[in-house]
């Protein structure tokens, strides 16, 4: 079976979720066997990446990304984002180097070939310019397909049609987003495409500590992501009419894109995006995936190549893991790294971070992730007893409040503090260790984490540059959509010009 809209049928169908179920059955416990056995185990860390842009015309609108321009990026939900991904490299100096250089050919590759098909691709985490149909219109468009109504500016992946058609079944035939100065409501999920991300991985050599690191993951988002935020605005006519702006700037959160993915999305009981809950075993990064709430599922025969490789033997299983969105998650599979050995093994995937606005500061985050939660193990640091509650919360504070937020730490001294002038030198030493274990000089060290420092000692991430920035057009009499379109051009040309956001400052 080929037909799109059939198979979106047929993902819906109870036939199909019995024979899912069952699949997704017998592959965990091919999985729990692996873990027992050590089979995922490596030679070594490895690191790799994931980076989300969108595209605009001439005149900075959202535009749709034209096919000649996949070439040389991969296709993302919507018809204005591409993806760029990175091959995993030994966690090392060298490998550090290869990831940038690598993203950095796949960058000016996929720019060049936008250019060439009369658009431009932004480093941003979340598009402000509407399309020349308004942006309510082009995210609500949908298509009559034999009766079914489908997302018009999704990308037609079956896939995509019916976690878009499942989430609204369940949603009840409408999805609100509701954020601060904006209350709208869509016929599908496509307002996730708002925002875009980076994903660094990190590949766990050892199963058995793979637990330790998740956990001390989850009390990292709150501050990591507290030093990436920058996604603060919607494009204005997303506003409520009669909106103020002076309140907009001082009530929107730093991180508008977590809600958007969470709201699009969390209609099952429990929601499916939300800070993970801590693992005591290695097993139970199985367990947890198949547990959570079964949508949009899909069989393997439907997919050409899906059996091909390990993945192929745990297909269902990975499919389902995609639809696992938690901030931070458990991976299973992989590819073969030179150097570490293994074609089975488990990362990380670290999810809560914003796209940025350069390379080197897009791998910084990557150095800073993986530097901080190899560090904190070598260290044996205390983090891992802060409570998870405190460390939600943590994460939602810089959700909401970027750098000014309340977060929540545990000293290397074993103190309880929410002091920011305590908790970011930490953060910076303990990635720094990390770097040093896995041999990683200190000059390569300056260089990725150099920036980040640079936007705590300025006290300024991006979010907050563009509140300021878009203050400053109000402040001259400029109208918020005048203040947005000024901040998000200006946003554009200095993420083009300079290579680091440090440079800003």
């Not at 819906?12 to 999985?31: G, I, K, M, N, Y």
Request: with cysteine; aromatic share 8%.
């Amino acid at each position: 079976m080929t037909d799109p809209v059939e198979l979106v049928g047929q993902s819906l169908s109870p036939a199909t979720r019995d024979a899912f179920e069952d699949r997704v059955d017998e592959q965990a416990e091919f999985l729990r066997t692996a873990l027992e056995q050590g089979d995922l185990d490596t030679e070594g860390f490895a690191i790799g990446l994931e980076l989300e842009v969108y595209a605009v015309d001439d005149g900075g609108r959202l535009t749709t990304i034209p096919e000649g321009v996949f070439e040389a990026c991969n296709k993302e939900l919507g018809l204005h984002n591409a993806e760029l991904n990175t091959d995993p490299d030994p966690f090392t100096a060298d490998g550090l180097d290869a990831q940038a250089q690598a993203l950095a050919a796949q960058w000016e590759r996929a720019q060049a070939a936008a250019r060439d098909h009369g658009c431009d691709l932004v480093l941003d985490a979340m598009w402000t310019t509407p399309p020349a149909e308004g942006s309510v219109a082009y995210l609500g468009d949908t298509d009559d397909h034999d009766g079914t109504d489908l997302p018009a500016n999704m990308r037609p992946v079956p896939r995509y049609w019916a976690i878009d058609r499942h989430c609204v079944n369940l949603a009840g035939g409408a999805v609100p987003f509701d954020v601060p100065g904006a209350t709208v409501e869509f016929p599908t999920i496509l307002f996730e495409s708002l925002a875009t991300s980076i994903q660094p991985h990190v590949q766990i050599p050892d199963a058995t500590e793979f637990p330790r690191y998740h956990n001390l993951g989850i009390r990292t988002l709150g501050p990591v992501l507290a030093l990436a935020t920058n996604s603060p605005f919607l494009p204005g006519d997303m506003y409520d009419d009669g909106v103020d702006p002076e309140t907009l700037l001082d009530e929107t959160h730093h991180e508008l894109r977590i809600a958007a993915f969470e709201q699009s999305v969390n209609h099952t009981d429990p929601p499916k995006v939300r800070v993970p809950d801590d693992l005591e075993t290695d097993t139970d990064a199985v367990d947890y995936v198949v547990d959570d709430p079964l949508l949009a599922p899909f069989l393997a025969e439907w997919v050409e190549g899906a059996e091909e490789g390990f993945t192929g033997e745990i297909w269902e299983f990975d499919h389902k893991r995609g639809t696992f969105w938690r901030w931070l998650r458990g991976v299973i599979g992989g590819d073969h790294v030179d150097g570490i050995g293994g074609r089975r093994s488990i990362r990380i995937e670290y999810r809560p971070l914003p796209t940025q606005p350069s390379i080197r500061d897009i791998v910084g985050f990557q150095a800073l992730v993986g530097g901080l939660l190899r560090g904190l193990v070598a260290a044996d640091h205390p983090l891992g007893d802060l409570d998870h509650d405190a460390a939600e919360r943590s994460f939602y504070a810089a959700v909401e409040n970027g750098l000014d937020a309340e977060l929540a730490w545990i000293t290397a001294d074993g103190e309880r503090t929410d002091d920011s002038e305590i908790i970011f030198p930490e953060v910076f030493e303990f990635a720094r260790r990390g770097l040093a274990e896995q041999g990683i000089d200190d000059a390569t060290a300056d260089r990725y984490l150099g920036p980040l420092e640079a936007r705590w000692d300025e006290r300024t991430t991006p979010s907050q540059w563009k509140i300021g920035r878009a203050r400053a057009e109000l402040d001259a009499g400029a109208s918020l959509d005048e203040a947005l379109a000024t901040m998000q051009s200006e946003y554009a040309r200095l993420s083009r010009e300079h290579d680091t956001f440090a440079d800003w400052l």
